[in-house]
């Protein structure tokens, strides 16, 4: 050390192997280290002790220095240094965390002092768990008190930190993703990076700089959850279902013994990730790898960029089992490539999610796409069907009211026949016994007649005009007795009728007018006085005569005062009354 603010991370140590665990510090001293080995280290899994020594020659201005091993998580670490011609014996780890609760022993960090221009050799013990066979890799560190003292975690662990952070960005992402969606995929791929990123931080280190270094081994058991995720992860990324129907299967069988293997997890963690963590990569990893590459030849094109990444993860899971049993050297940079790759890994596997995502996207605005052509489609066909069938539905209103016309013409005939008929039959009557009863009858038909012949005339037959329709029956009245002194006037306004509303009035008036003449008896004029008038919606009806009048209730059995009641009951809310001052007069109010 020249320097008094020197950091050293790479140097060579002796070391030497106790597999009996038999020797201290004092017997130690004795036997030859004849290996040696950089500070960044590995031995695979042992249950001896693994000595190391350290020769530190001092030639800066400082005395005080700080020896660290980086990788915390060890059973028991004793550290010798001399002071005062005495060994002075330092420990900590796990074993003593347990055992008084003190945090401090969770990180093995030692100080010690050499003197200007002088040496020191130090001794390194690590005792792995009695009875226990466990991984001896990590790394050490040597630095000066004084650039200890200015250096943070911060500024140590920016590539953690920002590998960290990194991760935080995606996992939030692919939340939101999933609660969008409801798509389980992002959802397990946001667990599977929380659970690899809370391994990461075990194996780096930086659980020592959050406060949850005491639950160090209730925290592994993110190994088997990211793998299960990954898992979950990849047989759905890459529709193994569909597409390999047998490896989805056997992938469910391999989660379920995942999950059948935490009790010996939680019994030994250390044998757990020593034996089931690497064979479950072994066997998942080549298979999800196939996998992808049959997937991608049937079709499956986004798995595409799912192959390099899965490639990488291979390698970086593959590292820490294969660096903890000492078959790969433990390097600085093995040391971080196991972080590095997993990190572009996660970066492939986000770049396939969005690309998923704009898949999604993009297959979803050309359906909408499809579905507005389907529908434009459909309208122009629907619009054609209309228009041939509103044209039919015109033809055969056309057609109908041909044959409308046709049988209001034959009708208004036939009645007009029937008319004829008993005119003839009338005057032979008359000139026998002077009996006008089948005049009345004529009169009647005439007035059903004259619906027929207005509705003949018409486009509209839903509608017949009252004022021609009830002066032509006054007309007709008057055409009919020729022989009586008549004066008939009629003050109609101009609204329309129903043909219902049209022959009820019609029957009324004419049995009224016709009555009125019948039974004059006068020397005088008859004269008859007819107003029809609307008022608002309704219609109020007058007839008055200058007769003699009649006793209503003597002849309100006579047919011709039912047949006005009758007809006047098919008119809407219908008033009528009969009043004899200054002859009779006649009232009907109702509604249209």
Known sequence: MHDEMQNINNF????????????????????????????????????????????????????QFIFQLVEPFFQHVHFYAKKNETWEHQEAGLTLYKEDKNEKNLSPLFTFDVEANTSSTIYIQLTPK???????????????????????????NLFYLFVFGSMFIIVIFNFFLFIKFHDTIY?????????????????????LHTGLAPWYKELTVSAPIFIIFLTLFSKDFLKLKLYLPYIHKILNYFIIFIILSFPYFFYDHDRWLATVAPLSIVFIVPLFVFSAIYVVYKGHKEATYYIPGIILQMISLSMVPLMARAILPHTQTTHYIFTLFSYVEILFFSFVLVN??????????????????????????????????????????????????????????????????????????????????????????????????YLLGMDDYAQINAQEYIHQINLEIQKSYTKTALSMQDNIDDFNLTPDQALALGIIVNELLTNAVKHFKKDEVCSIELSCKKIENEILLVIQDNGEGFDLKKRRNSFGLKLIKQFSKKLHASKSEFTFTSGTRYELLFTL
Not at 14 to 42: G, H, P, R
Not at 136 to 156: A, D, I, M, R, V
Not at 188 to 202: F, P
């Open 356 to 453: 998923r995502f704009y898949a999604t996207q993009n297959d979803k605005i050309k359906l909408q796409n499809e579905l507005l052509e389907i529908q434009k489609h459909n309208e122009k066909i629907l619009e054609k069907k209309v228009t041939e069938r509103t044209s039919k539905v015109n033809q055969l209103l056309k057609e109908k009211e041909v044959l409308l016309k046709e049988v209001y013409h034959r009708v208004k005939n036939n009645f007009q026949m029937v008319v004829s008929l008993l005119w003839i039959e009338n005057e032979n009557k008359k000139a026998q016994d002077d009996d006008d009863s089948l005049l009345e009858l004529i009169n009647r038909i005439k007035s059903m007649a004259l619906i027929h012949q």
């Open 187 to 207: 959802l397990y791929y946001s667990i599977y990076i929380m659970a690899l990123a809370v391994y990461i931080s075990i194996y780096s280190g930086i659980l």
């Open 12 to 63: 060579e140590l002796e070391y030497y192997y106790d597999a009996n665990k038999s020797l201290d510090i004092n017997s130690i001293q004795a036997i030859e280290f004849k290996k040696k080995t950089s500070n960044f280290f590995t031995f695979g899994y042992i249950d001896g002790d693994t000595w190391f020594r350290l020769k530190v020659t001092n030639q800066s201005d400082t005395k």
């Open 130 to 156: 009695a009875g226990k066979k466990t991984s001896c890799f990590g790394h050490f560190n040597l630095e000066t008190q004084l650039k200890y003292n200015h250096s943070s975690p911060l500024g140590e």
